[in-house]
């Protein structure tokens, strides 16, 4: 379908409402984010897709997926909301608030958090920073969608884009402090129903012929932290950010457990010069004590 020159004019709320609906594979969700009703954001999405001609949706389950057309368009208008996001913060340098975005993983929040905040140069009259918390994955699409500028995570790929600093965190089995497991016994395994972290211990568990069951199973950290406290079973969590009461778990059935890579992300176009204050209180609260600009972290 081709479409009249004079409709050739993407506004960008459209945009920002249709990358919505990808991330959270909801129309109802993607509404309430954006404090929209469920019927103002659909004839957003009819409007955008006969301005590309055609589709971007399909059904996938009880949730809605992307089509081809709509991967294609997810990668364009990405860079154009972080371009539109740019110029507004370019704009309102002098006439008004700028807001500095920081994303910290869930799993570090807890630990690291009070002492991120307590680096950060006080907030002024033209400039503040606002924290967003969640899944490793979560992160990395708001930080591609231009919704975040710096971004603490444990990192499931090789990508070195924007990257600030980078190294290798321990991951460790952790356990109520009197809670034990027989050498021959089935690990009961307490995870997150959709982590990458807890992926990798499954094939852990999996190549060494470990067996286990997945006894619990939440989102929330909280609740992890609290099924492994009753005794349910055992869990995975860097080293270095290990809710109390719990311990680290030594039985021998437990495998040893591959460290993991992590990273502080910029996103596309943020001015590390102009930032650079923000930028270092932030490293220097992430990145862990051991980690030097010389040794396993790497820091442009």
């Known amino acids: ?7 050739r004019n993407i506004p960008p709320q459209l945009l920002r409402s249709f990358v919505a609906i990808s991330e959270h594979g909801s129309f109802s969700k993607a509404a309430a984010d954006l ?15 006969q301005l590309v001609g055609g589709d971007l949706f399909k059904k996938k389950g009880l949730s809605v997926g992307l089509t081809e057309l709509g991967s294609r368009v997810k990668a364009h208008a990405q860079r154009v909301l972080t371009l539109n996001d740019q110029m507004i913060g370019i704009g309102g340098r002098d006439a008004k608030l700028e807001t500095i975005h920081l994303g910290i993983q869930g799993v570090f929040a807890r630990k690291l958090l009070a002492d991120v905040y307590s680096r950060l140069p006080p907030a002024t009259p033209h400039l503040e920073c606002r924290f967003i918390c969640g899944s490793a994955t979560f992160l990395a699409e708001k930080l591609a969608s231009g919704y975040v500028d710096l971004v603490f995570a444990l990192v ?3 990508s070195r884009r924007n990257l600030l600093a980078e190294w290798h965190e321990k991951i460790v089995w ?4 009197n809670f034990s497991l027989d050498d021959d016994a089935i ?3 307490v995870g997150r129903e959709q982590g990458f972290i807890d992926s990798r211990v499954i094939q852990v568990l999996d190549d060494h012929d470990v067996p286990y069951n997945m006894v619990f199973t939440a989102g929330d950290l909280n609740a992890l932290a609290a099924a492994v406290e009753a005794g349910i079973g055992v869990m995975v969590a860097p080293e270095r950010v290990i809710p109390l009461p719990l311990v680290v778990a030594r039985d021998r059935v437990l495998p040893k457990l591959p460290e993991i890579r992590a990273g502080v992300y910029f996103k596309e176009g943020f001015d590390l010069k102009r930032h650079r204050s923000i930028v270092d209180a932030f490293l220097s609260a992430v990145m862990p004590a051991r ?3 010389g040794g396993d972290g790497r820091r442009p």
């Open 1 to 7: 379908m081709t479409v009249p020159r004079k409709n």
């Open 35 to 49: 404090h929209l009703t469920q019927p103002a954001i659909s004839r957003q999405i009819k409007q955008l897709q």
């Open 174 to 177: 952790i356990s109520a402090p």
């Open 291 to 293: 980690v030097t600009r």
């Open 187 to 189: 690990v009961p395994f």
């Open 156 to 158: 499931p790929n090789e």
